[in-house]
C-alpha cells in the first residue's frame, strides 16, 4: 500500500517568504507527527495531531510556524517569513492509533527547504 | 533538543564484516528505537526494543539495551552494501507522552564497502 506522501520534495524560498509543506500519511492513521531534521543531525520534534487535534505543539520554534490538519487526514506545515534558519528537511510521520508507545513511524521522504 | 548522542559518529567497514553502533540516552525511557536513513529518503524503522528487555533479535540485527547505564548497541552482523545509510536510536521517555513522542540521536553514519 501506499506510504507517507510528502510535497514538494524540495522548495527553495526568498528570505521573507511564506512556505506550505503537504503531508499525506497513510490512510487511517491517527497519529501524525511533524520533524525538522538539520545537515547531519538527527530529526527533532516539531508537533503531533491525533486526527484532527492538535495535542503537542511544543517543538515550533518560533510562533511563524503553523500546522494544521484539519480533516485529521492531511496535513500542511506553514512556515511564514521564512528566515535562513528554517532551511532543513521537514519529514512527516504517521502511526496507526493513539495511545500506545510501542508503535513505529512511518516516515515520508520529507521535503528539503533552502532559504536563500 | 537531542536525547543523547551516538557512536561512533562514522563507521567505514568492508562487505561481510558485523557493525556495532551505540546510543547514550539521558532520561528513563519506555522504550528505544532504531531507524535507519538513506540519504535523501526518510526514515525506515528497524526494531523497537521496550525498557524491561535486554536484548532483541530480528534478522540479521542484534539490539541490547542497558537501562543502568543509558545505552543501547546496534549490530548488523555479515553487513552487505546495501547497509549503507545512517542509522538513529530514538527514544520514547518514561512518564512522557501516550502517543509515542520520539526523541532522536544524532546518527551513526555507516559506510559499507563492496
Known amino acids: 500500500g501506499a506510504g507517507v506522501s510528502q510535497s514538494p520534495r524540495y522548495k527553495v524560498a526568498k528570505r521573507g517568504q511564506d512556505v506550505a509543506l503537504r503531508c499525506d500519511p497513510i490512510s487511517g492513521h491517527v497519529s501524525l507527527f511533524w520533524y525538522q531534521q538539520a545537515l547531519g543531525q538527527g530529526p527533532e520534534f516539531l508537533t503531533y495531531f491525533q486526527n484532527e487535534a492538535q495535542l503537542d505543539k511544543s517543538g515550533l520554534p518560533s510562533d511563524r510556524f503553523f500546522a494544521e490538519r484539519p480533516e485529521g487526514s492531511v496535513s500542511t506545515l506553514k512556515i511564514q517569513r521564512t528566515q535562513q534558519e528554517d532551511s532543513a528537511v521537514y519529514l512527516c510521520a504517521s502511526s496507526p492509533w493513539t495511545g500506545s508507545v510501542y508503535q513505529p513511524q512511518h516516515f515520508g521522504d520529507g521535503t528539503r527547504l533552502s532559504i536563500l | 533538543s537531542q536525547q543523547g548522542e551516538e557512536d561512533p559518529q562514522a563507521l567505514s567497514i568492508q562487505e561481510g564484516e558485523n557493525a556495532t553502533m551505540n546510543c547514550s540516552y539521558k532520561?528513563?525511557?519506555?522504550?528505544l528505537q532504531w531507524y535507519r536513513q538513506n540519504s535523501g529518503r526518510g526514515l525506515v524503522h528497524l526494531i523497537l526494543i521496550r525498557s524491561n528487555e535486554r536484548e532483541k533479535h530480528s534478522g540479521r540485527l542484534r539490539v541490547t539495551l542497558d537501562t543502568s547505564k543509558k545505552s543501547s548497541s546496534l549490530l548488523i552482523t555479515a553487513s552487505r552494501a546495501a547497509d549503507t545509510a545512517s542509522y538513529f536510536c530514538a527514544t520514547h521517555n518514561a512518564g512522557g507522552t501516550s502517543y509515542g513522542k520520539l526523541t532522536f540521536g544524532q546518527g551513526t553514519i555507516l559506510t559499507v564497502h563492496p
Open positions: 532520561t528513563s525511557i519506555n522504550n
